[in-house]
């Protein structure tokens, strides 16, 4: 098993990598998120991702993507401490940092056989869908129910009585 700061990579070795998969016949899923404090749903949108295929490519949101998306105070943890912290993970084989507000521009380049998704979205939610169907891309919708989420784990301990 690799280390986790060896699965963080960047994106042009990236392609590299994942063409030597598709090569050997690998099919290639790639998911993506914020990952600001890893909870249970997380862990499990990851695991119903690897599911899909052979190899998971997991994206994670630059700190101004993240910002942008969450607002004022998130993210909690930096990239490099998120991105680490999802490729501790051993369904995970790759991690890659990306500043876009979507992943159009990395399914364009990496080419993935599946795009995953968790419950809180919709085949036809989904924002990349007209990409990944153009490229012939299979969006899969994975994960547990989305009741759990961040926002909930930081009010809960927001909330909680202290000492």
Do not use: W
Not at 65 to 84: F, H, T
Not at 122 to 136: H, N
């Amino acid at each position: 098993m690799r280390e986790a700061a060896s699965k963080i990579i960047a994106r042009a070795a990236l392609g590299e990598s994942l063409q030597k998969h598709q090569r050997r016949g690998q099919r290639i899923v790639f998911a993506n998120g914020c990952f600001d404090t890893l909870h249970v749903g997380h862990i499990r949108y990851l695991e119903g991702a690897r599911r899909e295929g052979d190899v998971l490519v997991v994206g994670v949101n630059a700190d101004s993507g993240v910002c942008a998306l969450k607002g004022p105070g998130r993210p909690i943890l930096d990239e490099n401490a998120r991105a680490q912290l999802v490729a501790a993970l051993r369904c995970v084989d790759y991690v890659v940092l990306f500043g876009e507000p979507n992943v159009e521009a990395l399914l364009e380049e990496l080419r993935p056989d599946v795009h995953a998704k968790g419950t809180d979205y919709a085949a036809e939610s989904v924002p990349e869908r007209a990409v990944a169907a153009r490229l012939g891309i299979r969006v899969a919708i994975v994960g547990d129910p989305k009741e759990h989420s961040t926002q909930q784990l930081l009010e809960s301990i927001r909330k909680a009585p202290h000492a």
